[in-house]
Nanobody
Framework: QVQLVESGGDLVQPGGSLRLSCAAS????????MGWYRRAPGKQRELVAF???????NYTDSVKGRFTISRDNAKNTVNLQMNNLKPEDTAVYYC????????WGQGTQVTVSS
């Protein structure tokens, strides 16, 4: 079983940057595909980005070129660097870990507003 704790959410102006972090506890972190999802008010949860155990990455079209996902297996962490933030990026961001089963963090709020 994996426990996930997100951090780094904040209020930021359009065009600004944030770095979200997710700390994982449990065994064998390196085998998990790690992902970031978000849920905006009134919308369904969507996949933002993921990184596999082999460090392959994928991004939803709306964040390509602005967001970067990375992982540090030695520290059991996965990060999401978010640049050039837009108001439509406002959402609760969730970290996930998948290896057959899926595990979720509690979420961290990102608000992009002037």
């Amino acid at each position: 079983q994996v426990q996930l704790v997100e951090s780094g959410g904040d209020l930021v102006q359009p065009g600004g940057s944030l770095r979200l972090s997710c700390a994982a506890s449990g065994r064998a972190f390196s085998i998990y595909t790690m992902g970031w999802y978000r849920r905006a008010p009134g919308k369904q949860r969507e996949l933002v980005a993921f990184i596999t155990s082999e460090y392959k990455t994928n991004y939803t079209d709306s964040v390509k070129g602005r967001f970067t996902i990375s992982r540090d297996n030695a520290k059991n962490t996965v990060n999401l660097q978010m640049n050039n933030l837009k108001p439509e990026d406002t959402a609760v961001y969730y970290c996930s870990a998948r290896y057959f089963a899926a595990y979720w963090g509690q979420g961290t709020q990102v608000t992009v507003s002037s």
